[in-house]
């Protein structure tokens, strides 16, 4: 009776573990070499990504400003219109004040004007 522990043939063994370390290496360098492929690729896409994101920061800060600048402009032409209605408001008040008879006047005809234009308007 042959012993379990005993080879069938002689160096068969030793042949079986030389192949099972080869294995072993190849295996662990294939898995190093996709873990630096993987590592490549992340550092690649952390990179982009970093790129993109300061463009984005870029690209809200340039935005930010000209609706600032926008917004700036918008005031001060409201403003500027608001100051002109005013000015117009008051000129038209001192006239009114100096003139009374010739504003009411005024007044008259152009209220008659503007009753002529839109019964014109009504009429097919």
């Not at 898995?31 to 993109?52: L, Y």
């Not at 402009?73 to 408001?89: F, T």
């Not at 009114?96 to 097919?124: D, F, T």
Request: no cysteine; net charge positive.
């Amino acid at each position: 009776m042959t012993n379990s522990t005993e080879p069938v043939r002689p160096g068969l063994d030793e042949r079986i573990d030389q192949r099972a370390e080869r294995v072993k290496h190849a295996t662990s360098a294939a898995v190093e070499r996709t873990k630096e492929a993987i590592e490549r690729a992340a550092e690649a896409f952390e990179e982009k990504a970093h790129a993109g994101t300061d463009a984005t920061a870029r690209v809200s800060k340039r935005v930010a400003a000209q609706a600032g600048a926008a917004r700036e402009r918008g005031s001060e032409a409201l403003d500027e219109a608001v100051a002109k209605a005013q000015g117009a408001l008051d000129h038209v008040r001192g006239y009114v004040r100096e003139k009374p008879m010739q504003s009411l006047a005024i007044a008259v005809a152009g209220g008659w004007l503007v009753g002529q234009l839109l019964r014109r308007r009504a009429k097919p």
